[in-house]
């Protein structure tokens, strides 16, 4: 099987008594299978560890054993992976089969059942499209190496083009406030990417966003809010938010008052999953006025991220206050 490895095509089988073991293997190897037979539960989880396609396994092997060890390999499994499983059990019509059944489901996974007794065709046909299974993960596996591949080699070069421009406004604007602007803008996208290669380009926890985007501030910043995760394009906007508002708040605000505190809240509604409610709010500082003119400033924290409506600005004598309910690419 290709980029399976060398333990990829390999059937696992544990079942302990008699000659099950021997005659499963012997007929395997006959339809062209390479085998492993293991004695206990634990070897079983070594040689899963090691590589394989199929694990055979008998009721016997498992009725009354600890299998906390190989539930744990099952639920740790990464996410292109569902290893088949078959049991071999007997043929039983007691009401507490169907219990037993959902009981190895739920350990076991991906398990398909086998009542003995039963023809050998049948056997060495099941593992055979439980290889085919196992064959379709590890093409799935393939495509998502190349997938992070590919992002993390994106995520690179978007690095160094936000060097480049970096460098060619160095050279470019004159000394300034709006210089300055720029260059702090430009270092907040540069944050967010960071994090985004961090990530290998699959997300960005909001929390691990607003603590870097907020560290300068830590004493005077409560942050609540439970771990979403953030695709790479929106938590590029929320970098630009973040910095927007502390700055501002630095510069005009709570955050340039001793005793002033900001508090920084979001969270999700479950009957709208796709929907960020995120708010931040000023107290302590001088108070505050609508500006006259809408700049650059507000104009980002209107577009930055997409959101279902437009953001609520607030100006008052308790301090700024801004909230937004931004939408998610992807629910979290």
């Known amino acids: 099987m290709a980029g399976g490895g060398p333990n990829s095509e390999r059937v ?28 206990d539960i634990g070897q079983l989880r070594a040689e899963l560890e090691k590589g394989a396609a199929l694990a055979l396994i008998t009721e016997e092997a498992v009725a009354d054993s600890d299998l906390s060890k190989l539930s744990e390999w099952i639920a740790s499994q990464p996410p ?24 190895y489901q739920d350990i076991l996974g991906n398990v398909s059942y086998l009542e003995r007794p039963f023809h050998p065709t049948t056997l060495v046909n099941l593992a055979r499209s439980a290889l085919r299974s196992r064959q379709r993960q590890y093409e799935a596996r393939a495509l998502l190496d190349r997938y992070i591949l590919l992002a993390r080699e994106l995520q690179h070069r978007t690095k160094n083009l936000l060097a480049v421009i970096q460098s060619i406004a160095s ?31 699959q997300g960005i926890s909001i929390r691990r966003l607003v603590e870097r985007a907020l560290n300068s501030f830590s004493n005077q910043i409560v942050r609540r809010g439970p771990d979403v995760n953030l695709s790479p394009n929106t938590a590029q906007g929320f970098a630009l938010v973040l910095h927007e508002l502390a700055t501002n708040a630095a510069k005009h605000g709570a955050l340039s008052a001793p005793g002033g505190t ?41 577009i930055a991220v997409a959101t279902e409506e437009s953001p609520l600005f607030e100006y ?5 206050s801004y909230e937004m309910s931004a939408i998610l690419d992807h629910p979290t």
């Open 12 to 39: 696992l089988i544990l079942a302990p008594l008699g000659r099950d073991a021997e005659i499963a293997s012997s007929l395997l190897v006959e339809s062209g299978r390479s085998t492993q037979i293991c004695v």
């Open 80 to 103: 292109w992976s569902d290893m088949p499983i078959i049991l071999l059990t007997a043929h039983d019509d007691n009401p507490a089969r169907v219990d037993r059944a959902i009981r």
């Open 171 to 201: 050279a470019s604007l004159t000394p300034g406030p709006a210089r300055e602007t720029y260059f702090a803008r430009l270092h907040a996208l540069a944050i967010a990417q960071d994090l985004v290669l961090e990530g290998d380009g």
């Open 262 to 302: 900001v508090t920084v809240e979001w969270h999700q509604n479950m009957s709208r999953p796709a929907v960020l409610f995120f708010a931040w709010r000023e107290k302590g500082g001088p108070p505050t006025a609508a500006p006259k003119h809408k700049g650059f400033g507000t104009r980002l924290l209107e």
């Open 316 to 320: 008052g004598r308790e301090g700024f």
